[in-house]
T-cell receptor, first 116, second 109 residues
Framework: GDSVTQTEGQVTVSESKSLIINCTYS????????LFWYVRYPGEGLQLLLK?????QKGSSRGFEATYNKETTSFHLQKASVQESDSAVYYC?????????????FGSGTKVIVLP | EAAVTQSPRSKVAVTGGKVTLSCHQT?????MYWYRQDTGHGLRLIHY???????EKGDIPDGYKASRPSQENFSLILELASLSQTAVYFC????????FGKGTRLTVV
C-alpha cells in the first residue's frame, strides 16, 4: 500500500532560523499521487498548509515551501525564517487521484518547537 | 464557515464499555472519515462514508463500527472498548478541500 515517511519526530529550532522537515513517500496505487502538508496547532484540528498535485511543481503558503520531487519521491517542507507561532505538528500526506475525496495517507508527524 | 465538530473532546472509558464518538459537519460534504492517531504513527483510516446510511471499512476497522444517519453526522462506535483503543480520534469531511475536527482524546482504562 501507499506510505509516507517522516524521519524526525521532533525538531527544535530558534526563532529566525531556517527549518526543513523531511518527507518521502511510496505510492503503489498510483504513479503520481497528490501531496499535502497539514499542520496542527495546539488545541486545533489539522489544517491544510499546502498541496501540490503536479510532479515537479512547488507549493507555498505562510512562508513555507515544498517541491514535489518524483525522482527522489520526496516532498520536504522548508521555511527560511521561522517564528514562535510556527510551533506545531506538521504532517505530510498523499492521496491518489481516483477522486478528490479519496482518503489521505499520513506520515507520523513532526513536532516543531520554535524557541524565542 | 466550513466546520467539523467532534464531541466529546476528551473521554475516559472503562475496558469493555461502549463508547460513541460523534462528528457533525456543516460543509455539505458527502464524504466523511474517521482516523485514529497513536504516538509515533500517522493518522490511520478506520471507517469512511460517502453517503448517508452507508459506511465503508478503512485500513484498521477491527473493533470499530460506524454510523452515518445523515449527511451531517458520522459516529464512531466502540462496542467493547479495549486498552489498545486509547488514542486521539479525528473526524474529517472532504469535498474539494478537507476539513478536520479538533480531535477526541480517548483513554481506555
Amino acid at each position: 500500500g501507499d506510505s509516507v515517511t517522516q524521519t524526525e519526530g521532533q525538531v527544535t529550532v530558534s526563532e529566525s532560523k531556517s527549518l526543513i522537515i523531511n518527507c518521502t513517500y511510496s505510492a503503489t496505487s498510483i504513479a503520481y499521487p497528490n501531496l499535502f502538508w497539514y499542520v496542527r496547532y495546539p488545541g486545533e484540528g489539522l489544517q491544510l498548509l499546502l498541496k501540490v498535485i503536479t510532479a515537479g511543481q512547488k507549493g507555498s503558503s505562510r512562508g513555507f515551501e515544498a517541491t514535489y520531487n518524483k525522482e527522489t519521491t520526496s516532498f520536504h517542507l522548508q521555511k527560511a525564517s521561522v517564528q514562535e507561532s510556527d510551533s506545531a505538528v506538521y504532517y505530510c500526506a498523499l492521496s491518489d487521484r481516483t477522486g478528490f475525496a479519496s482518503a489521505l495517507t499520513f506520515g507520523s508527524g513532526t513536532k516543531v518547537i520554535v524557541l524565542p | 464557515e466550513a466546520a467539523v465538530t467532534q464531541s466529546p473532546r476528551s473521554k475516559v472509558a472503562v475496558t469493555g464499555g461502549k463508547v460513541t464518538l460523534s462528528c457533525h459537519q456543516t460543509n455539505n460534504h458527502d464524504y466523511m472519515y474517521w482516523y485514529r492517531q497513536d504516538t509515533g504513527h500517522g493518522l490511520r483510516l478506520i471507517h469512511y462514508s460517502y453517503v448517508a446510511d452507508s459506511t465503508e471499512k478503512g485500513d484498521i476497522p477491527d473493533g470499530y463500527k460506524a454510523s452515518r444517519p445523515s449527511q451531517e453526522n458520522f459516529s464512531l462506535i466502540l462496542e467493547l472498548a479495549s486498552l489498545s483503543q486509547t488514542a486521539v480520534y479525528f473526524c474529517a469531511s472532504m469535498g474539494p478541500e478537507v476539513f478536520f475536527g479538533k480531535g477526541t482524546r480517548l483513554t481506555v482504562v
